[in-house]
């Protein structure tokens, strides 16, 4: 399982609402990707967006990267929406999960 990382930071409060746009959009956009397993985000104290989104395998995450549309809002986040954005690609090493039993 391929995990990514994700930290953007809006540039100021007027680009809100299209920051917001933007999330939207390519989290429906990698939904449609085949190899998509989750994605969870959340807010962060500086207005951002810290993300975690999993793909199946480096061919799935390639897959969303790599589509036109993504391209279009990368260009547009760098050029006008963000102050800064950080990307980690990550290889899944291990998973533990605990469930507790409820009455």
């Known amino acids: 399982m391929i995990v990514l990382l994700f930290t953007v930071v809006p540039r100021d409060d007027s680009r809100r609402a299209e920051h917001e746009d933007m999330t939207r959009r390519m989290h429906a956009l990698a939904e449609a990707t085949p190899g998509f397993v989750d994605a969870e985000y959340y807010d ?13 395998d480096e061919e799935a995450l390639a ?41």
Request: hydrophobic fraction near 35%; charge should be negative.
């Open 44 to 56: 962060r104290p500086d207005g951002g967006t810290f993300g975690v989104l999993r793909f199946e």
């Open 63 to 103: 897959a969303w990267r790599d589509h036109p549309d993504h391209g279009d809002a990368h260009r547009r986040a760098v050029e006008d929406v963000y102050s800064r954005y950080r990307v980690e690609v990550c290889e899944r090493v291990r998973d533990a999960n605990f469930t507790a039993v409820t009455a």
